[in-house]
């Protein structure tokens, strides 16, 4: 016991892994998420003892997430899992490419995860950049990807300028690129257009509020 709580010992493995249904594991982060900002998380092993289990026991995440890169966003966190638990591919305004297409495929058709979620976060400052349009670098190929939301929002005011340091507009920007990426992962890959066919994967799009914690799927 540690401050009246059970110690959890074990990790996520390859049984559970194949009975959860994808309902099951979104249902999973959804309660991980409210201990996370209940600010009731599960008291574990240390890191150290669960990653040297995970390395004889091998990895069966139950989900793969695709988050921004944010700092203030952390899946693992925000959703009270541990090492070995989820996958987790992060890049600003987690974009899909070629590279994370591939690695969707890999935690899906070949790891076994069974709900791919696609996570912006509020207070974006990609998305502040994105939409100011003051790009320079290599930065410039991946703001192209999060231009098409900009211009979604932006229909959907007519004749207003968008106020890029108004924290709804760029709230609405991230969600609606969430959309889009969601949009390019199923196009993209073959392989999981049939997993989602067959109800093998799930896919969903979320939203982290940085100021209560709490994530918003859809």
């Avoid at 990807?145 to 207003?160: D, F, L, R, S, T």
Wanted: aromatic share 6%; with cysteine; glycine share 6%.
């Amino acid at each position: 016991m540690k401050n009246g709580k059970n110690i959890t010992h074990c990790l996520f493995d390859a049984k559970q892994q194949r009975m959860m249904t994808p309902d099951q594991v979104l249902q999973d982060l959804i309660d991980g998420n409210k201990r996370f900002y209940s600010n009731n998380k599960k008291q574990r092993s240390s890191s150290l003892t669960l990653s040297k289990k995970a390395k004889n026991q091998g990895q069966f995440p139950k989900a793969v997430i695709l988050a921004c890169m944010d700092s203030r966003s952390v899946p693992e966190i925000i959703f009270d899992q541990e090492i070995a638990d989820i996958f987790t591919l992060r890049v600003a305004e987690n974009i899909t490419n070629d590279d994370m297409l591939a690695s969707l495929e890999y935690a899906t058709k070949y790891a076994g995860s069974k709900l791919i979620v696609i996570m912006g976060h509020t207070y974006c400052n990609a998305i502040r950049v994105v939409c100011e349009g003051n790009l320079s670098g290599n930065f410039q190929s991946l703001a192209h990807a999060i231009e098409p939301a900009v211009e979604m929002i932006k229909k959907q005011n007519p004749g207003k300028q968008l106020d890029c340091n108004d924290d709804n507009t760029t709230k609405d920007i991230a969600m609606q690129n969430v959309r889009n990426m969601i949009s390019r992962v199923i196009k993209g890959s073959n392989i999981i257009q049939t997993l989602l066919t067959k109800g093998t994967i799930k896919i969903v799009g979320a939203l982290h509020d940085l100021e209560s914690g709490v994530v918003t799927f859809e």
